[in-house]
């Protein structure tokens, strides 16, 4: 028998919303498990780790108030996080203080990586021997790699998340996060090194 909170089981982002507007509760069920993790991420890249949950949950609430009103012009997947960051740049003003995302670095760190319209002097590093989608099909190595991304700082997980496994633009990227083109293209740096360095690890001791 087949599981219908499996996304397959959902032709579509259509199929999905027109099963949750009717009130099937394994249609949320299944988007929650689908788009809550990459929420969250979301929200603790913008406002920090303590309000992420409760930020992720508001902008559910959001979402399910305007789930009529979507009109489909992106992914279901793009709409919600867009809403998520939304409610957390929101709740950060409110809050009316800095929150230290642990992604301090000094300017002259940044300076001579980039030239003078922000693009780097050496391309971003690019994945090695494999793909992401062939790495993760390794499940032995898909764990590493699950457990080195939850070590990373939240914005080098975020800016991973969006581009690698979402697909987003850069410059959408520094929309929903807030940041300039240089820094994300640093956090995006930092964060496929550190996954690079688990991969050369792994393989090196198969």
Request: hydrophobic share 40%.
């Amino acid at each position: 028998m087949t599981d219908k909170r499996d996304s397959h089981f959902y032709e579509n982002d259509a199929a999905l919303i027109d099963a949750m507007l009717e009130g099937d509760s394994t249609a949320f069920e299944t988007a929650v498990a689908l788009y809550h993790p990459r929420m969250v991420t979301i929200a603790k890249a913008i406002i920090g780790e303590a309000f992420a949950e409760e930020i992720a949950q508001d902008a559910w609430m959001s979402a399910i108030r305007s789930l009529s009103e979507f009109a489909g012009r992106s992914s279901l997947n793009t709409w919600l996080i867009q809403i998520t960051a939304n409610a957390a740049k929101t709740r950060l003003r409110r809050e009316k203080r800095q929150v230290s995302l642990d992604e301090n670095w000094q300017e002259k760190e940044t300076a001579d990586r980039f030239d003078h319209t922000g693009h780097w002097q050496e391309p971003v590093s690019q994945w090695e021997l494999e793909t992401p989608e062939a790495i993760l099909a390794n499940d032995q190595l898909s764990d590493i790699i699950s457990k080195t991304f939850e070590q990373l700082p939240p914005q080098q997980q975020a800016v991973l998340s969006l581009y690698d496994l979402e697909g987003e633009s850069m410059s959408e990227i520094c929309n929903i996060l807030d940041l300039s083109a240089s820094n994300a293209r640093v956090l995006l740096h930092r964060a496929r090194s550190a996954i690079q360095q688990k991969i050369a690890q792994y393989q090196d001791n198969d």
